[in-house]
């Protein structure tokens, strides 16, 4: 048997009401905390919160509030000025993944110095120890909180780097699924079917390993059992806490086993189209386990019998299609876009296909599918999923 590595942060908090303990946390690793986060969670209330949290813990703060977006080099390059002039010693984010992405780089850059890209496929390593970080999630759906890596886009050549090294794991993650209650409904959706993607995508990884798919499967069938409920009911308390608990179950798994050709396909249209994340992964899913359908029979027929009722008797190859199925109309009863319908020009989204594939394969996440594509496969793919009919 192979030996497996397997890392979280240091220290999880996770229930309702657990931003409480904010202050008492950071107040064990530093005095100034830098405070990553965006406008909306200012308008909320919640980066108010934080400073008073925070004070009461004799920890001051200073502000970083325009990670409003999908994380950029301009975004670090600012928020690292904040921290640097502020001389902190501790970061604290809270938001979506943006801001937990941004933070994540800030904190690394800060004591490594350097670009942020430069960290970029391992090209520099960080030898010194980061800015400690406490991440405090919004939504239940990146997971950024619990993994080793961060996406920034390259604003020069649009291109979103995915940069994974252990100096990006948080410290500290504080999930309070209290603090997702705020959240639209079609955030909910974006970002709960970008946790399934993590979920799903982990356990049918080559880096899979039996401690993640523990993770994968506990996630898989949470997200599933409550997704259209708190999308369509996101006052229910009981199920947005499931919900929070199994992106930070998922996102465990993939920082551990990695995603595959979903998010390897999703960043590109991200950098180039700037759909958020979690849409363009959902834009992605169905059309991408139809083709991985056949290298990976065995585990999508394994995933059917635990989140599908009825599956005595039948083959794997209908509990494949059978769990193909549900994920499609589960997107199309979250009523997710497909990329016209997002409103990609048909032209445009041609003439970029073509740096598209190369780019998702740059990243190296679809080598840990277990059907690894051709640059032609994936350009086949992306037109497959431009007008992509979820309904069908």
Known sequence: MSVSKFEMPNHVLYGADSLNQLGEVTAKHGKKALIVSDRMMEKFGYVERCVNLLKESGVESALYLDANTEPTDIFVDDALKVCKDFDADVIVTIGGGSCIDTAKAVSVVATNGGYIGDY????????????????VPTTAGTGSEATDVTVITNTKEDIKMMIKQHAFLPKVAIV????????????????????????MESYIS???????????????QSIVQNIKHVYNHGDDVVAREKLSLAALEAGVAFSNASVT????????????????????NAMLLPAVLEFTREAAMDDLADLSQLILPNTAGKSKEELTDELIKTVKELCSDLEIPNMKGWGIDPEEFLAAIDKMATDALASGSPGNNPRVPTHEEIMDLYKICYDYDFSK
């Not at 309070?176 to 979920?199: E, Q, R």
């Open 120 to 135: 970029m496929g391992g090209k520099t390593m960080a030898s010194v120890p980061p800015i400690p970080l406490i991440a």
């Open 176 to 199: 309070d699924p209290m603090l997702t209650m705020s959240a639209p409904n079609h955030v909910t959706a974006a970002t709960g079917i970008d946790a399934l993607c993590h979920a």
């Open 206 to 220: 080559k880096k899979a390993q039996p401690m993640t798919r523990i993770f994968s499967k506990s996630a898989i």
């Open 261 to 280: 050709l979903v998010h390897g396909m999703s960043r590109p249209v991200g950098a180039m189209f700037h759909v958020p994340h979690g849409v363009s």
